[in-house]
C-alpha cells in the first residue's frame, strides 16, 4: 500500500522555524520527484516546492524563495521541509506529493498524496 504521511506542522509565530516531514512507503521513493503543495482555506492549492529524485536540482515558489529548504534523505525515504523566517501567509496545510521522474510515460504516470500537516501562524 502506498503512503505518504506528513508530520511536524503545528502552531509558530511570525519569524519563527518548522522542519515538516514525508514519510514514503509501498513505492520506490528514489524513483520519483517530490514536492511540497499547501492551501489556505478559501484559496486554491499552492505549489511550494520540488526536488528532483537524486535531490541535486530543487526549485522554489517565489513567495518561499530563501526561507525554505527542502532536503530529501533517500536512505530512509522521506522528504522534509524546512521552514524559516515564517510568516502568517504561510499558514496553510501542506501536502506531500510524489511523481514518478518518468511520469511522461503512460506506465509510470500514477502520483501520490499525502493527507497534509497543517502549520499555523500565531501572533
Known amino acids: 500500500e502506498v503512503q505518504l504521511v506528513e508530520s511536524g506542522g503545528g502552531m509558530v509565530q511570525p519569524g519563527g522555524s518548522l522542519r515538516l516531514a514525508c514519510a514514503a512507503s509501498?513505492?520506490?521513493?528514489?524513483?520519483?520527484?517530490m514536492s511540497w503543495v499547501r492551501q489556505s482555506p478559501g484559496k486554491g492549492p499552492e505549489w511550494v516546492s520540488t526536488?528532483?529524485?537524486?535531490?541535486?536540482?530543487?526549485y522554489y515558489a517565489d513567495s518561499v524563495k530563501g526561507r525554505f529548504a527542502i532536503p530529501r534523505d533517500n536512505t530512509k525515504n522521506t522528504l522534509y521541509l524546512q521552514m524559516n523566517s515564517l510568516k502568517p501567509e504561510d499558514t496553510a496545510r501542506y501536502y506531500c506529493?510524489?511523481?514518478?521522474?518518468?511520469?511522461?510515460?503512460?506506465?509510470?504516470?500514477?502520483?501520490?498524496w499525502g493527507q497534509g500537516t497543517q502549520v499555523t501562524g500565531s501572533s
Open positions: 506529493h510524489a511523481r514518478h521522474y518518468r511520469y511522461k510515460e503512460t506506465a509510470f504516470s500514477d502520483e501520490y
Open positions: 509501498g513505492f520506490t521513493f528514489s524513483n520519483y520527484d
Open positions: 526536488i528532483n529524485i537524486g535531490g541535486c536540482s530543487t
